[in-house]
Nanobody
C-alpha cells in the first residue's frame, strides 16, 4: 500500500531524499507522514503533510527535513539535510496516524 525507498549510508552533514509510493485512494484521502524507528526505540512521527499541502515536523528535524507530495504520481518525499548520527533509523511512510500496514521501511544510517 505504501512503499518507502531511498535509504542508505551517509556521512554526518550529508543529505538523502526518500520517496514513497502510495496507492491512489490512500494518497487522496489521508494526511500522510514519515515515521522512523531508531535502534532500540519506539517508532515516532517526524513529518506529516495534508492533502492540501500543509506540513508539520517533529522538533528534532525542523529546519533540516522537508516533506512534500506529488499528487500526479501519488508520491510522498522526505528531503533530509544536515543529517546527524541520531537520525539513524528505519524510515516508514504511512498515514499520519499509522493506519495502514507498515511494510519494511528503508534503513538510513548516518555515520562517518
Amino acid at each position: 500500500l505504501l512503499v518507502a525507498s531511498g535509504g542508505g549510508l551517509v556521512q554526518p552533514g550529508g543529505s538523502l531524499r526518500l520517496p514513497c509510493a502510495a496507492s491512489g485512494m490512500i494518497f487522496s484521502l489521508n494526511t500522510l507522514g514519515w515515521h522512523r524507528q531508531p535502534p532500540g526505540k519506539q517508532r515516532e512521527l517526524v513529518a506529516a503533510i495534508t492533502s492540501g499541502g500543509s506540513t508539520n515536523y517533529a522538533d528534532s528535524v525542523k529546519g533540516r527535513f522537508t516533506i512534500s507530495r506529488d499528487n500526479a504520481k501519488n508520491m510522498v518525499f522526505l528531503e533530509m539535510n544536515s543529517l546527524k548520527p541520531e537520525d539513524t533509523a528505519v524510515y516508514y511512510c504511512n498515514s499520519r496516524r499509522g493506519a495502514f500496514p507498515w511494510g519494511q521501511g528503508t534503513q538510513v544510517t548516518v555515520s562517518s
